[in-house]
T-cell receptor
Framework: GQQLNQSPQSMFIQEGEDVSMNCTSSSIFNTWLWYKQDPGEGPVLLIALYKAGELTSNGRLTAQFGITRKDSFLNISASIPSDVGIYFC???????????FGTGTRLQVFP | ETGVTQTPRHLVMGMTNKKSLKCEQHLGHNAMYWYKQSAKKPLELMFV???????ENNSVPSRFSPECPNSSHLFLHLHTLQPEDSALYLC???????????FGPGTRLTVT
């Protein structure tokens, strides 16, 4: 079945560092979404991407829709303690319109 | 505030109890979803409703029973659960099936 490989699984970084994470698949996607989940809460939509090659920013966050339409990247610049949480990618499959989720990247930021 | 609310936020129930989780969306969306999130596991899609019709049922045990009385409300009825059913249950909605999903805060369920 279709799956999204999200990496890394976890990251431990120092405040002020930049962060990169990505999702890859063998399937083709029409849309890529990036979510953040704080402990005990539901995921919150951060960025939505609709076109191959699209680069979109939301404050210190930047995400890109891969040109092959099989991957997406999320970068966080100058991390701060409140960036702590789990980041999920989600992709809408081209053939079924079904949205599938990555396994998440757990981010820890140390002061 | 995402426009999707869930009640209760926390629930502890015994294996013989019957309880229901409620989700309400104020976004005018046509599709609603139930997910199960266990520790260190990916989000598991349980049920999807689009225009009040169930469109997906992903091999979920019959002790979980969804109900969608209208496009704004979604319930998950629980009975004779097992301890391994303890998890965070998330509701989400989207404008149409497959679109951007907006999540509620979840119900933390503990089965004793």
């Amino acid at each position: 079945g279709q799956q999204l490989n999200q990496s890394p699984q976890s990251m431990f970084i120092q405040e002020g560092e930049d962060v990169s994470m990505n999702c890859t698949s063998s399937s083709i996607f029409n849309t890529w979404l990036w979510y953040k989940q704080d402990p005990g809460e539901g995921p919150v939509l951060l960025i939505a991407l609709y076109k191959a090659g699209e680069l979109t920013s939301n404050g210190r966050l930047t995400a890109q829709f891969g040109i092959t339409r099989k991957d997406s990247f999320l970068n966080i610049s100058a991390s701060i303690p409140s960036d702590v949480g789990i980041y999920f990618c989600a992709g809408q499959l081209e053939d079924t319109d079904k949205l599938i989720f990555g396994t998440g990247t757990r981010l820890q930021v140390f002061p | 505030e995402t426009g999707v609310t869930q009640t209760p936020r926390h629930l502890v129930m015994g294996m013989t109890n019957k309880k229901s989780l409620k989700c309400e969306q104020h976004l005018g969306h046509n599709a609603m979803y139930w997910y199960k999130q266990s520790a260190k596991k990916p989000l598991e899609l349980m049920f999807v409703y689009s225009l009040e019709e169930r469109v997906e049922n992903n091999s979920v045990p019959s002790r979980f029973s969804p109900e969608c009385p209208n496009s704004s409300h979604l319930f998950l009825h629980l009975h004779t659960l097992q301890p391994e059913d303890s998890a965070l249950y998330l509701c989400a909605s989207s404008q149409d099936y497959g679109g951007e999903q907006y999540f509620g805060p979840g119900t933390r369920l503990t089965v004793t």
